[in-house]
């Protein structure tokens, strides 16, 4: 039973575009939640978390937005550059003592 | 380098052998996790020690997989008598702190298992 789910395997945008990643999960107890980013042969990098006790998160190009009653969350780059083009994961956390539940990732590709 | 490392990168084992996978975690991280992608999933935990406490090995799949972290430091993944579905990449990430967000992953072991 996957705990967090990424549906779109992949995603392509123009180069300047908005590129938004989605997430749901099934576990209401979840409470602290992260988008990681992977490139080929490297392991994946922290970009951006969210508490549950908020509902937007913003670090420069990248906005993390979290509906807690749908159970969503989703990653905004604005604007989308070539050197985005990776695997973005995002995962879930509870109780910031627990291990990290990982979604199958989406592979986004920013086109030039 | 100060990061994760991570050996060998790759393996290639014949089905049924054992197989060691070793993980330097940053030094000063308490936290050492380990996670495997098999091809089109997403990482799957298998196990984190934290500090001196009793490693959480609620995410080992099989009795075949076992783990230990020497010292606090370096930490050894075996797994015994592979099969085939074994085959995956295996990640290695620490952190200064159980739940921290910014888990430092290594470049993963690619084991393929024949």
């Known amino acids: 039973d996957q705990q967090v789910k990424q549906n779109s395997p992949s995603l392509s945008v123009q180069e300047g575009r908005i590129s938004i990643l989605n997430c749901d999960y099934t576990?209401?107890?979840?409470?602290?939640f992260l988008w990681y980013k992977k490139y080929p042969a490297e392991g994946p990098t922290f970009l951006i978390s969210i508490s549950s006790i908020k509902d937007k998160n913003e670090d420069g190009r990248f906005t993390v937005f979290l509906n807690k009653s749908a159970k969503h969350l989703s990653l905004h780059i604005v604007p989308s550059q070539p050197g985005d083009s990776a695997v973005y994961f995002c995962a879930a956390n509870r109780n910031y003592g627990q291990n990290f539940v990982f979604g199958p990732g989406t592979r986004l590709s920013v086109l030039p | 380098g100060a990061g994760v490392s991570q050996s060998p990168s790759n393996k290639v084992t014949e089905k049924g052998k054992d197989v060691e996978l070793r993980c330097d975690p940053i030094s000063g991280h308490t936290a050492l996790y380990w996670y495997r992608q098999s091809l089109g999933q997403g990482l799957e935990f298998l196990i984190y020690?934290?500090?001196?406490?009793?490693?959480?090995k609620s995410g080992l799949p099989s009795d075949r997989f076992s783990a230990e972290r020497t010292g606090g430091s370096v930490s050894t993944l075996t797994i015994q008598r592979t099969q085939q579905e074994d085959s995956a990449v295996y990640l290695c990430?620490?952190?200064?702190?159980?739940?921290?967000?910014?888990?430092?992953f290594g470049s993963g072991t690619q084991l393929s298992v024949l």
């Open positions: 990430a620490s952190s200064s702190r159980v739940g921290d967000e910014k888990l430092f």
């Open positions: 020690f934290q500090g001196n406490s009793a490693p959480d």
């Open positions: 576990n209401s107890m979840f409470d602290y």
